[in-house]
């Protein structure tokens, strides 16, 4: 028989989940139990996946991950340096590894290695890797992973 206090812990535990800490707690949010579908990311998801898998170039991204991402940074980025130059800066030192790894395993949805990232510290690469990432990646699995992803469903 289950206590009152463990009732109460249980309960505010899952608002906390749902209304506050999913945005942190991600990894939980994917263990519970739900029905999944295949499609594209939505502006909050990207940004919880890239912050989950900060330090992580293994597998891929899609499309959605990387430019919802991506704008993510470049809002984040403007807002801090609107407010403060230093905040600014301190965001997209915050943001520079995940968009960085984001920006590999994109390169990995196309079959593409990850040190091709580099050459977008050329002024030549720039456009390449513009164009890679606005390619639709592979439709079967590659090297890298599987090739498409699952989202909890909103249905």
């Known amino acids: 028989m289950r206590s009152l206090y463990s009732d109460y812990w249980e309960r505010l535990n899952t608002t906390f989940q749902n209304k506050i800490g999913s945005f942190f707690l991600f990894p939980k949010l994917l263990q519970q139990s739900q029905p999944w579908k295949q499609g594209d990311m939505d ?53 520079f590894l995940p968009m960085l790894t984001c920006s590999i395993r994109r390169l990995h949805d196309i079959n593409r290695t990850g040190w091709w990232v580099l050459i977008g510290f050329t002024i030549i690469g720039i456009p ?3 164009y890679w990432c606005c390619k639709k990646g592979d439709e079967q699995e590659n090297r890298y992973g599987p090739a498409s992803i699952l989202l909890p469903s909103t249905t």
């Open 43 to 95: 502006f909050t998801t990207a940004i919880k996946v890239c912050f989950q898998k900060y330090a992580s170039t293994n597998g891929r991204a899609i499309r959605s991950e990387f430019w919802y991402f991506y704008l993510f940074e470049l809002i984040a980025s403007i807002a801090g340096s609107s407010i403060d130059p230093n905040i600014g800066t301190a965001v997209a030192i915050i943001t």
């Open 128 to 130: 390449v890797l513009i």
